[in-house]
């Protein structure tokens, strides 16, 4: 089992800037690869970013490469996804999931609850 509990979401004006943290406890994997998704309502879930568990390898999505960024801290089992420039389309609720996988909701084996983001413009 793997727990995943996100933090550090909240109202940011557009253009700023929000760090979200995602902490690992359990039986975590080197394999595992920690994504981050999203959720705006009436939306599909959608993948932001990922980052390999074993070596750092990160991955970006199109749509927020150059202003989000990913990395870990594996002493503190804590994974982090750093966002500037934020838009309004960067709003919604953000979820860090594990899996074996990058970027496929339905290959995730455990999923934290969630954390909002709310972008003001």
């Known amino acids: 089992q793997v727990q995943l509990v996100e933090s550090g979401g909240g109202l940011v004006q557009a253009g700023g800037s929000l760090r979200l943290s995602c902490a690992a406890s359990?039986?975590?994997?080197?394999?595992?690869?920690i994504n981050w998704f999203r959720q705006a309502p009436g939306k599909e879930r959608e993948f932001v970013g990922a980052?390999?568990?074993?070596?750092?390898?990160?991955y970006t999505a199109d749509s927020v490469k150059g202003r989000f960024t990913i990395s870990r801290d594996n002493a503190k089992n804590l994974v982090y996804l750093q966002m500037n420039s934020l838009k309004s389309e960067d709003a919604a609720d953000y979820y860090c999931?594990?899996?074996?996988?990058?970027?496929?909701?339905?290959?995730?084996?455990?999923w934290g609850k969630g954390t909002l983001v709310t972008v003001s413009s």
């Open positions: 980052i390999t568990w074993s070596d750092g390898r990160t």
């Open positions: 359990g039986r975590i994997s080197r394999n595992y690869v």
């Open positions: 999931a594990v899996g074996y996988v990058v970027g496929n909701v339905n290959g995730m084996a455990y």
